[in-house]
């Protein structure tokens, strides 16, 4: 154990945004950084809530016919050009292996970047008939992307953690629809699992995924203003069909091209997840991907100790019953402070306090991680009570960042405005916008803001008759953010 | 859809189980070959068995306190280098990455063949005081180990899927009671889910894991009388907390070193368990692990056809309803027979049959997939039925193993002896042995087989006063097997 002085956060949130998440992640035990720069050990509290991600969206995939599979770890070559020929714009860095033990290899394998070469020539191989179809397939991977960034736990790492959902569908209809299913799935995961409101959109044509017809993303905005591509689902149309003869036969024996799509979320869901909640105190997390939900510390002198931690063990043992995630911490060598600075540090939602008190009274003192607010409760019918307080932390961490996002939609007019504003309040900047990305250039210049989305209704009228660059017509209402 | 006359199966598990096993593997719809020799893309099918093999294991090991982890993709040549120093042979083949991007790394990164050089320094960052003992990570992941052989899905393929479980202690008693409950994880594995009988055993000191001082290990005995090492479990004594300087400070301040444990079950067991109970009619499955449990064929004619479906689909219902996994194929452009032969050849446990008889009597008709047993039954509580005739389906497939299993133990007094018993009946041979690597090479050398395992318990006493080859004093019992 390092010295105690250590064990606090000691950057600020607001005055140091990025030392402080290094130090939340490090403290709070959910990462270290590995010998080789970019990446990360992911330490067991940090798994763990990459897990519940994991198990709430496979869950959600499986209800809706997702079946997973597991494609090789390795793309030859030749697999990657044979994309980068059909796919304009796909020419990603990748980690190449040349060697096999002592022998240097005929062709060059990458370390998969994404597996869309390797998924549809099977997916061209396995569907004969439309009655193969839809045929969805994801797979839980890790995938390796050799960008020369700073590395950032979960946001930037050269390997990272994700879910890549590939489909097939006989028409635009079903892939448009499966499209917008898995981007739903992904915005129920922000609202109803990590209590972050999601804003969803459309790439703006020039940040489409490469051979893609649309891309449609989730964008989730943090506390220091700069917006982060939460997650991301493509409507691939026939390229990918036709480049990889994803084709079927119809009902009456005529071949068709297959609409494919494809959808992923990473662990950087994570990143965004610490960096909305969390605070100078350490971890805040969500009641439902807390690897604990409640910590009871039983306070006691010598003279009650037996009466105090019984009356404690056992009410962790009714809430645990009811399948709660409790942890009773009865140690012996730290004293009630202590734990209490590290169940914060650590994010534990709720806290029980048990002293004498308590105890004489029948009752139980509960305390809000996120706010510290406490309410001393009656024993009886404690589970139903902590399951209420659980709802309600959750509840306060949905509010608070929607309160944050709500501020933080501004309008604008003009490029001065647009740069105006996301230089004094960052946050979103919507205007009207002609279509064409050269408008982009001037605000992406001067201070690194671009368009992050617009409208998912491609029929929405824009806000403004004009676009606030270059005055003419708008076509489309453009969200300008810094992003990370 | 390939042609119909393609579908079955058409090589025989008795007279040339690998092409038999290949066909299962690739007709059933668990693998694939990918394009680079070596590796296998494993599809819905295949991926769904492994999954539910994970999620046995991985609910035992979180009620036994071991912690999920993800540590990186690659390690670098002098983490592995360490290893080999420390480690008198260890000495993997490996997939090295050379380049990223465009640029050639300044040191070369290995593609993880196992774990331990990269998990060993951080256990040991983090373990600081005898209060942070035991520490229990496991991580759930693909591993390359380049070797040169003829691939063999889920057997022998250079990219495998693994669970790696690392694990210090204070002592050496906790390390050894570490070893031994995930020894009789696997064995629970085994039986309880698997339906196979596992042999508990040690691997001979010369057959070890490198740097271990105890390796255990699971073995299986296939159909065709060859081992399989299905699982493993090491102490590893203090050697590796020596060389990567895991260490602790006990209650007095002291400092001590740490014993650690690896343990470790691959796709390998889905190799096994595939082997093990399929047919000449395609995969079998046991019900714990078959995605299907139970599919519901209605056979119509077109005067009752709703009245059959209706039935068929209400039992399949309430089935579900009972958690059963189940599947009503009312697809209308298949015959019954085509239906059958597909779910068999799909290894699904329980077929139910509605016709018109049954659904006028009020029964179903239930067909074992193992040994084709037909009863039919009260439509009436069928849900506990149906239960009751899929553990009977278990209990059939274990028994059938464990017939195999107990006829093929042998034993031999002479090296003549060892070498007709295997090389006639292959199975296990017993035999006494004086401990000493040599005595294994004429038979290793003869026909390939070789010392699978000892007892576990050292202190047992050799079935012959005599070792079998020298003719010394035996120390030990030794089971020579041929082996996957």
Redesign the interface.
Known sequence: ??GEQELGITESKEHSPGEWYAEVVQKAGLA?Y???GG??????RG??I??RIQNNLDGWFKDTGV????????I?ES?LEKEKDVVEGFDP??????????NELEE??A?RPTSES?IA??MA?WT??H??LPMR?NQW??V?R?E?TETKPFFRT??F?WQEGHTAHADEDGAWEETMTRLDQYARLYEEVMAMPPLKGRKPPHDKFPGAHTTTTIETLMPDGKTVQAATSHYLGTSFGEAFDITYADADEEENTAHTTSWGLSWRAMGALIMTHSDDQGLVLPPALAPDQVVVVPIWQEDNKDEVIDYAADLAAELDEADVRVELDDRE?RNPGFKYNEHELHGVPLRVEIGPHEVEDGEATLVHRPDGETETVDRDGIADTVTDHLDTVHAKLYASAEETLEGEIREAESREEILGTIGQHGGYVKCGWCGDEDCEEPIKDAIAAEIVMVPLDRDEEPIHEDCAICGEDAEETAYFAKSY
Chains 1, 2 share one sequence.
């Open positions: 154990m390092s270290d590995a010998p080789m990446f990360i050990v992911t330490r067991p798994y763990a990459w897990e079946q997973n599979a597991y494609f090789p770890l390795f030859p697999y860095e990748v980690a190449w292996v040349t060697h096999g033990g002592h060059r394998l370390v390797i020539p099977f191989q004969r008939s009655r193969d397939l991977c890790s390796v050799w020369a050269k390997e953690l060598h």
